[in-house]
């Protein structure tokens, strides 16, 4: 049990040198750009920041979705407590009585 943690932790020393070995050579040779000098390589932030200004433009079209939505919905609303209403005039039509509404196209 011991052998295997110090195996793996020897496994990971190794890789981490050799990562770190490879990007200094790839920095020295200049295949790696790092303007700035933060280990970072200059592809990877110009990407971060792509996807970043991505993100934005997304949280922006989403907010207007939502405004948009929520307009529909109280549309919505109105539109369902027109037909409660309506709903009550339904029993007074088959009784015979008035319709108590709008005045029907061409009545005045």
Excluded: C, Y
Excluded at 6 to 25: H, M, P, R, T
Excluded at 57 to 81: C, F, G, S
């Amino acid at each position: 049990m011991l052998g295997n943690l110090i195996l793996i932790l020897i496994g990971v020393v190794v890789f981490s040198s050799a990562v770190l070995a490879l990007a200094l050579f790839l920095n020295k040779k200049g295949w790696l750009k790092d303007a700035n000098e933060n280990w970072i390589p200059d592809v990877f932030e110009d990407k971060i920041s792509d996807v970043k200004d991505e993100l934005e433009d997304l949280k922006d079209e989403l907010h207007a979705t939502k405004i948009r939505l929520n307009k529909e919905l109280k549309d919505v609303v109105n539109a369902v407590k027109e037909v409660g209403n309506q709903l009550g005039d339904v029993p007074k039509a088959f009784s015979g009585k008035k319709r108590p509404g709008r005045k029907e196209n061409g009545t005045k």
